[in-house]
Each structure stands twice: as structure tokens, then as C-alpha cells.
């Protein structure tokens, strides 16, 4: 009901943007600094592209939807509340049946790694045990074709644009 002194509290309804983009690259930026950048994605369908951060790990936060992911790992399902993340130069797109909406946090120059543990040791804040990793299964063989694809790299805020005359999602091991 009341704040005293020079801090103000912030609310962003970011749920509340109605911008929506098939790329990564065209979310709304709502926060950022030379760390971090915060962007809210509203995906509308199926990613028409890759795309490649070479600014720094990628962590998505899925708030609404569904789907499936491909990326130079192989394919990985999900579902709101799961948080996915991307490291640095891995070329990833979403495949979904409906209109997702995403939290992007991006460690700028940095990486994201997994917290110490401290005295709580296994009875820390998760379970190792419960992270998924993609897999090479059939969905992800099923998306390699011999039809051209682009990928959109974004380097320094800047986006660079290569064709390739396949998927190039086509790592094995």
C-alpha cells in the first residue's frame, strides 16, 4: 500500500505484448543490460528458420504451449512451465502446433551453469536426475531433408543470414 525512499517497485505484464514473430530475433526486448537480455516471444507457429546465438546461452522459459525441439543435440518435447536452454553457437527451432509464449533471458558474453550445491548437497533446490537432454530419435531424423534452410545468426545485435541446400541438423553422437 505504500514504499518509502528512492527504489520503486517494477510489474511488467509481459503476457500482455501481443507482438508476435516466428524468429527469436524479432521478440520484444523488455529489460537489458551488458549481462543479460530479457525478451518476451510470442510464437505463433512453427519456426520457419534456425537460428544460432552467437552473443550468448539462450534459456527459454515456456509460459504458454507446446511443442518440439530440434537443435544440434536432437529433438526434445515440451510444455509450459519447462525451461530449456541453448549454449552459446547451437542452432536450435521450435515446431509447434499452437501459439507458444516464451521468457528469453540471454547471459550476454557469459554462460549459464548449474548452481553449487552448498551444504544441502542432493537435497538442493532439483534433481539433476530429472534434466532431459534431446535425443536422436525418429522425430529428429524425420526433419532432415534435402530442401534448403537458413539459419539466422545473431552476432553483436546483428542478424547474418545462411542458406544451406539441407538441414544442417544432421549431427550424429
Not at 505484448?17 to 525478451?39: D, E
Not at 544460432?52 to 536432437?74: K, M, S, T, W
Not at 551453469?113 to 534431446?134: K, N, W
Request: proline content about 8%; some cysteine; overall charge negative.
Amino acid at each position: 500500500t505504500s514504499w518509502e525512499g528512492p527504489l520503486r517497485p517494477r510489474a511488467f505484464h509481459l503476457d500482455r505484448i501481443t507482438h508476435a514473430s516466428s524468429s527469436p530475433w524479432g521478440a520484444t526486448r523488455a529489460l537489458s543490460n551488458q549481462h543479460v537480455k530479457v525478451r518476451w516471444w510470442n510464437l505463433p507457429g512453427d519456426m520457419t528458420h534456425l537460428a544460432r546465438n552467437a552473443d550468448g546461452d539462450e534459456l527459454l522459459f515456456v509460459h504458454r504451449g507446446h511443442g518440439d525441439i530440434f537443435c544440434d543435440y536432437g529433438h526434445l518435447r515440451f510444455s509450459e512451465g519447462d525451461y530449456v536452454l541453448f549454449p552459446r553457437g547451437c542452432m536450435w527451432r521450435i515446431a509447434t502446433p499452437e501459439t507458444c509464449q516464451l521468457l528469453m533471458i540471454e547471459a550476454s558474453g557469459g554462460s549459464y551453469q548449474l548452481p553449487e550445491r552448498g551444504p544441502l548437497g542432493q537435497h538442493a533446490v532439483f534433481d539433476p536426475a530429472r534434466l532431459e537432454t534431446p535425443t536422436l530419435n525418429e522425430a529428429f531424423e524425420a526433419q532432415q531433408t534435402e530442401t534448403p534452410w537458413q539459419v539466422v545468426i545473431k552476432r553483436r545485435d546483428r542478424l547474418s543470414t545462411v542458406t544451406f541446400p539441407h538441414n544442417p541438423l544432421d549431427a550424429v553422437g
